[in-house]
């Protein structure tokens, strides 16, 4: 493992991003989303997508500064196409459309589709909380069949994240947000650079055989080369038996077919879809009960006795906010492979190795 300061960090995605033809805006952006993933402990969201994001821009997977399109409109809901643009861009446009809704009338629902990978949802929730609102999200993650429904060992869902987002005055948002796979793919990816291994019923192959190898998703593969799922023969399990796999279910058919973006089926290219609902809570609330009870409940779930006495009993987000903290200031863990992958990614794209270089001097 090596650690990296998250400025430094920042600031090499950018170049990479920008030397491979994005705005430097864009560029910025991307290298601001994917080091926050790091920062709250989703590594698996995070710098290590550098290679793959550069290797759909290559491919047309994705498009540089893309705005989104407004298909329909109507005052309280909005059906956006993201033209492929990266989800970076994209995302915050469609959420920054919901907001100005709810905003005029107190519930607004947004659909998005087609957008390139909008890496960790939470961002979408945390960007809706700090405009005061609460807000859902469905997610699918089109052309990423890898996850295998309950009672069967075949890729039928992505890993169709799930979020909800809770303003909070004066604490950071409550932010439940999370794949309705056992671990996200990039876990297992991160696994297989000798990262965080995975819980041991993570994964599931074609005869049945319940696993935590990468290999069962990605066959043989060199140590920094990029991983392909559709090289292994397994899949990634729903979590949560019939109850979590019912939820990914939801999650292709509101983020995928009904925002336009298809349900997952093989053969497609990669996209996220996105149905978001947000709620102004000024609104639906006006005697302001609201932010005392959630506060007094959150108190009382976090008086629960823990079963380890030397760990908190913690809300949704909670883990995210304290690892922000601690890695802002202390950076962040990178498996060598994963930091190597970057290197040759930049380097390809025309950095010096001398720039590369400065990161981990
Ligand atoms: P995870 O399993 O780490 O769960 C995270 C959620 O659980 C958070 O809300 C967190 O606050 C909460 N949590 C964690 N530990 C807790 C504890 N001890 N007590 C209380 N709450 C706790 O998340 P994941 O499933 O690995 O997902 C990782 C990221 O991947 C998410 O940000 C998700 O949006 C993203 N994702 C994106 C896509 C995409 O296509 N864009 C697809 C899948 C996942």
Redo the contacts with the bound molecule.
């Keep these: 493992m090596i650690t990296i300061n998250a400025d430094r960090m920042r600031a090499l995605v950018a170049d990479i991003f920008s030397a491979a033809g994005c705005s430097r805006a864009e560029a910025e952006r991307i290298g601001h989303y994917l080091v926050i ?1 790091n920062l ?3 590594d ?2 995070g710098v290590q997508r550098v290679p793959r994001y550069l290797e759909w821009l290559r491919s047309g997977t994705v498009n540089a500064d893309r705005e989104v399109k407004v298909l329909k409109e109507t005052p309280v809901l909005a059906l956006v196409d993201a033209q492929r643009g990266f ?1 970076q861009t994209v995302a915050p446009q469609a959420v920054d459309i919901g907001i100005r809704k709810a905003k005029a009338m107190g519930l607004s629902a947004v659909a998005l589709r087609n957008a390139g ?7 979408w929730g945390e960007r809706a909380a700090e405009a005061g609102l609460v807000s859902v999200h469905f ?3 089109a052309g ?1 069949a890898l996850v295998a429904p309950y009672g069967g060992v075949e890729r039928r869902f ?6 909800v987002g809770v303003p909070r005055a004066g604490a950071a948002p ?14 297992v990816q991160n696994a297989s650079f000798g990262g965080k291994p995975l819980p041991a019923d993570a994964l599931v192959d074609r005869d049945g055989s319940i696993s935590a190898d990468p290999h069962v998703l990605y066959g043989q593969y060199a140590p920094t080369a990029l991983r392909d799922y559709t090289k292994g023969s397994g899949a990634i399990r729903a ?1 949560g038996d019939h109850k979590g796999s019912g939820l990914a279910f939801m999650c292709e058919v509101l983020g995928g077919s009904l925002t336009g973006t298809g349900a997952t089926e093989p053969g497609q290219v990669f996209a ?1 879809g996105m149905l978001s609902f947000y709620i102004d809570p000024q609104v639906i609330d006006p005697e302001g009960y609201f932010p005392a009870d959630a506060a007094a409940f959150i108190a009382r779930v976090k008086a629960t006795r823990p079963i380890d006495p030397k ?1 908190d ?8 906010e304290r690892l922000r903290r601690e890695r802002e200031a202390n950076g962040l863990p990178l498996p060598e492979n994963t930091w190597g992958a970057i290197a040759e990614a930049a380097i390809a794209v025309g950095l010096s190795k001398a720039r590369v270089q400065e990161v981990t001097g």
């Design positions: 993933a709250t402990g989703h698996s969201h989800g990978h909008i890496g960790r949802v939470g961002d997610v699918n993650a990423s992505s890993t169709a994240p799930y979020c409550l932010i439940l947000d999370f794949a309705t796979s056992i671990v996200a793919e990039g876990k979590f996220n760990a009993v913690l809300v949704p987000g909670e883990p995210e």
